[in-house]
């Protein structure tokens, strides 16, 4: 891998019903996704992204082998400019805050985690 490339170029987060995990992170994120041409019996929506801009994106994918879990690897989606107005939607759309916005430093930021309509843990990460 190149130094100067993204260590991560795409993300799936694993969901039961495509369709309730898609108004949940529309919900929170107050945002529209856009539906992928199903393929290999995978259900999918994507991350707002311009293919083509370089940044990494990812979606939500629903299929036999995509299995949703809050044990092992962790995303963190971006949730500039304000954390807190994320974290204020997600039990509304059906989520649970498991940690709420927490300080990593001045420099770093804001982390906190939360399980989605799927049972995923998920993290967030901001400025303020």
Known sequence: MESNANALNWFEIPVDEIERAQDFYEGI?????????????MKMVSFPIEMTSGKVSGGLV????????????????NANPDIQA???????????????RTE????????????????????????N
């Open 86 to 100: 994320i974290l204020d939607r997600v039990e509304g759309f059906g989520g649970e805050v498991i940690m709420p």
């Open 62 to 77: 629903e299929s036999d082998n995509h299995v949703p879990s809050d044990e092992g690897s962790i995303i963190y989606l």
């Open 104 to 127: 990593i430093s001045p420099e770093i930021g804001f982390m906190a985690f939360f399980i989605d309509s799927e049972g995923n843990k998920v993290g967030l990460h901001s400025q």
């Open 29 to 41: 994120f107050d945002m529209e996704m856009a539906p992928m041409q199903e393929m290999m019996g």
